[in-house]
C-alpha cells in the first residue's frame, strides 16, 4: 500500500447527511474527487438533484429526508445501500442567552443535532448497512464549540457535548466490528449557518472575531479535507477521537 492510496476512497460507498450545503456538500464533493460514491441525504431536493449531476455519472445519488421525525430516518435506512462509512454533517444551531431559552428551541437543536444522529446510526446498524470488519468509519461534524464557553451558545453547544461525548460510547461498542468512529470539532466556516449568525452580529464584531482566528476563518474544504482522512485507512488507527480544526483559534493565543 502506497501512502497515497490509503487516503483514498476508491470503491468506499458514503452515506453523507447535510449534503445538500456548507460542508456537508463539500464533503461530497471531497468523497467524489477522492474516488469514492456518495448517498447525499437532506431536506431540500433541488441542492441534492444538483450535487447528484456535478458529481457524474454513477458517483453520486441522493434521499430526500427530513431527519427531525422517525419516519425520515427509516427512510434513509432502508433505501440506503451498504456503506463503508456515515458522515453526520446535517445540523441546526440557535444562539439563546440561558435567560431565554425556551423547551422548543432545545428540543428542536437537539433533535436534529444529537437525536437523529443516534437513532439514525441505530437504524443503519439494525438494517445491516454499514460494513463490518472491513475498516468501515463514520464521522460525526461537531464543534470547538463543546470545548469551550461562548456566551448564548449553550443550546448548540450542549447538543454537540452530547454528540462528541456519544461518539467515544458509540466507538467503543463497534471497535470489535472495525467500524470507527470520530468526529471533527471546527471552529467558524463560513456557510449558510453562519450567514444567520453574521445577520445578527454586525460586520465590526465580525471583524473582530476573525481576527482572533491566526489562521482565518475556515472554508468548507478545510473540514472536507479532514473527513476525507477519517473516512480513509490513513486513519485506520484512529478511533473515539476529535480533530480540532480551527485555524489555531483555541489554542495559540498571545
Ligand atoms: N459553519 C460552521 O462554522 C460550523 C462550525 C462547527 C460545526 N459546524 C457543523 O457543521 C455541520 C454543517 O453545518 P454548515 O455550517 O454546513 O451549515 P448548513 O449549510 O446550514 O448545513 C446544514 C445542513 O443540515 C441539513 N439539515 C438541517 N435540518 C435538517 C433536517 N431537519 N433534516 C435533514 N437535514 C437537515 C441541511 O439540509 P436541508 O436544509 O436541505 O434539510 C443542510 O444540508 C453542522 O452540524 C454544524 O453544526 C459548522
Redesign the pocket.
Known amino acids: 500500500m502506497t501512502l497515497n492510496s490509503s487516503f483514498r476512497l476508491d470503491g468506499k460507498h458514503i452515506l453523507v447527511?447535510?449534503?445538500?450545503?456548507?460542508?456537508?456538500?463539500s464533503i461530497c464533493r471531497a468523497i467524489i474527487d477522492a474516488g469514492g460514491r456518495v448517498t447525499g441525504?437532506?431536506?431540500?431536493q433541488q441542492?441534492?438533484s444538483e450535487m447528484v449531476r456535478a458529481s457524474g455519472e454513477g458517483k453520486a445519488s441522493s434521499i430526500q429526508?427530513?431527519?427531525?421525525d422517525d419516519t425520515?430516518i427509516k427512510k434513509i435506512a432502508s433505501e440506503v445501500e451498504e456503506v463503508d462509512g456515515v458522515v453526520?454533517?446535517?445540523?441546526?444551531?440557535k444562539l439563546t442567552p440561558l435567560k431565554f431559552v425556551k423547551r422548543q428551541d432545545l428540543t428542536e437543536v437537539m433533535n436534529?443535532?444529537y437525536f437523529?444522529m443516534v437513532l439514525l446510526l441505530s437504524q443503519l446498524l439494525k438494517n445491516k448497512k454499514i460494513k463490518k470488519n472491513n475498516d468501515s468509519s463514520i464521522v460525526l461534524?461537531?464543534?470547538?464549540?463543546q470545548q469551550i464557553g461562548t456566551k448564548s451558545s449553550l443550546i448548540?453547544t450542549g447538543s454537540?457535548g452530547a454528540m462528541s461525548s456519544a461518539a467515544r460510547v458509540i466507538a467503543n461498542e463497534l471497535a470489535p466490528q472495525r467500524i470507527r468512529v470520530n468526529t471533527i470539532?471546527?471552529?467558524?466556516?463560513?456557510?449558510?449557518?453562519?450567514a444567520e449568525m453574521e445577520n445578527i452580529l454586525s460586520t465590526e464584531t465580525i471583524e473582530k472575531d476573525r481576527l482572533k482566528y491566526p489562521l482565518g476563518y475556515?472554508a468548507?474544504e478545510d473540514?472536507a479535507n479532514g473527513a476525507i482522512f477519517l473516512l480513509s485507512d490513513a486513519s485506520r488507527w484512529m478511533t473515539g477521537r476529535s480533530l480540532t480544526m480551527d485555524g489555531g483559534r483555541y489554542s495559540l493565543l498571545d
Open positions: 447527511t447535510g449534503a445538500s450545503s456548507g460542508i456537508g456538500l441525504t437532506a431536506r431540500r441542492q441534492l429526508a427530513d431527519l427531525a425520515g453526520y454533517a446535517a445540523g441546526v444551531s436534529i443535532n437523529a461534524i461537531s464543534s470547538v464549540a448548540y454537540k470539532e471546527p471552529g467558524m466556516v463560513r456557510t449558510d449557518m453562519t475556515g468548507p473540514v
